[in-house]
């Protein structure tokens, strides 16, 4: 691929909410997880049931549907691993993501499209004319893997190179990390890892007993990947596809970011892409869940500014529940809201999320209460708003605050 031809944006998604999401912040394709044998299984997850109606979803939206099966497969689990590889193929899945041999025995036995995990850490052009051998259709290389490298990889090999640009970074070589298996018995290896780097963790000095928190320096936890500021330059590399990580994240980060990188890209082959729209870009990703920015691996190998100095999100803003939508009139635009706590004045922002509505962002313009605009809702009032997106009954609403 050069960089003539877009890139695909493949976006995460670990439920219908954050199917629809993704789907309509401009996704070319999304990746997901049924019941088993993922890297997310304490997602939500599909089921293995709902995979026709997914890849029909997906296909009547024009995106592709990338099935993940990237988890260690064992002996018992073999006569599963063929229902759904069969499953997956009778459903018109695009692409299988995976890297144990089980997996891609069974989809050359199928004749269906794989594509390699990051787990099997692909850091050079050897490696992945080895996986293009055996029938690969793409590989996503190791996260360690700097542009320089990356880009003499594509031009060394035939199959498409797949890359993560955004989401939560393990401090482990690609996620090869035995320290939740050890301490809780939950392998990060069969995606049940519950993320023990992310704690605070004492120190003690074994003489005199004395003992330090780290509580300024979470020393085993990595600032989320970012990689809005440079995309241009992954765009020119010739990767074919961006990956977005976070299927176990909120409909709202997806929406977000999704669309971010979705203007980005576009805006790039218009030739519009700035320094000051990146900036701009940046700040809006801050809104959502994020452990701070960086750049990754991409320019070498980080140092110690890249592991975060605090615990969990230092998103700048934050959703809190208020209600649902009890109706919406598409002719004239509106949704009804029923107010089950809090307020809502106008010049505030909400999320109106919900499984086929996806995620509604919006200011509100005005409040009308029984033909009369008033100044702030209060809980226990069914009001009314304009809402430009189709919403749903039952569809949750949350104010968006400062943090």
């Known amino acids: 691929m050069n960089h003539k031809t877009k890139p695909e944006l493949l976006a995460p998604a670990g439920d219908w909410s954050m199917l629809n999401t993704a789907i309509n912040s401009g996704a070319d394709a999304v990746y997901f997880g049924v019941d088993k044998l993922n890297m997310r299984a304490a997602a939500d997850n599909f089921t293995l049931a709902e995979l026709p109606e997914i890849v029909d979803h997906c296909k009547l939206n024009d995106v592709k549907a990338h099935l993940a099966v990237n988890s260690i497969v064992y002996e ?10 069969r499953t997956a193929k009778s459903a018109g899945v695009d692409m299988i993501i995976c890297w144990d041999l089980a997996v891609i025995q069974k989809c050359s036995e199928y004749n269906m499209p794989f594509c390699i995990s990051t787990q099997a850490s692909i850091s050079n052009s050897e490696s992945a004319k080895f996986y293009e051998r055996l029938g690969a259709k793409r590989i996503v290389l190791a996260r360690e893997c700097t542009l320089d490298k990356i880009k003499e990889i594509i031009g060394k090999v035939n199959i498409e190179v797949e890359t993560f640009v955004h989401g939560a970074m393990c401090v482990a070589i690609s996620g090869r990390c035995f320290m939740s298996h050890e301490v809780f018995g939950k392998s990060a290896n069969r995606g ?7 704690r605070e963790y004492e120190i003690i000095d074994k003489d005199d007993k004395h003992s330090f928190i780290l509580g300024e320096d979470y020393v085993l936890s990595p600032k989320d990947l970012c990689a809005i500021e440079f995309i241009d330059k992954l765009i020119e590399a010739g990767i074919s596809s961006f990956k977005i990580e976070g299927r176990k ?41 994020n452990r701070e920015f960086s750049p990754g691996f991409y320019f070498g190998t980080p140092g110690s500014e890249s592991f975060v100095h605090s615990h969990g999100s230092v998103a700048t803003t ?28 106008p010049g505030e922002s909400i999320y109106i999320i919900g499984n086929n509505t996806g995620t509604v962002e919006l200011k509100i313009n005005k409040i009308i209460l029984d033909d009369n605009e008033i100044a702030e809702a209060i809980k226990g ?23």
């Open 249 to 289: 994240r909120s409909p709202e980060y997806i929406a977000k970011v999704v669309s971010i990188y979705r203007k980005a890209i576009d805006l790039y082959y218009e030739q519009r892409l700035t320094e000051e729209t990146k900036q701009n870009f940046v700040f809006e990703l801050k809104k959502v869940y």
């Open 318 to 345: 934050r959703k809190v529940y208020i209600g649902k939508i009890l109706n919406y009139y598409k002719k004239s635009k509106v949704a009804f809201i029923k107010l089950e706590t809090g307020n809502l004045k």
């Open 76 to 85: 018992n689990e073999l006569e599963y691993l063929d229902e759904l590889i």
């Open 381 to 403: 009032m069914s009001v009314t708003i304009e809402c430009d997106d189709r919403v749903r009954e039952h569809d949750k609403v949350y104010k968006i605050t400062a943090v």
């Open 192 to 198: 049940e890892c519950i993320q023990p780097c992310r």
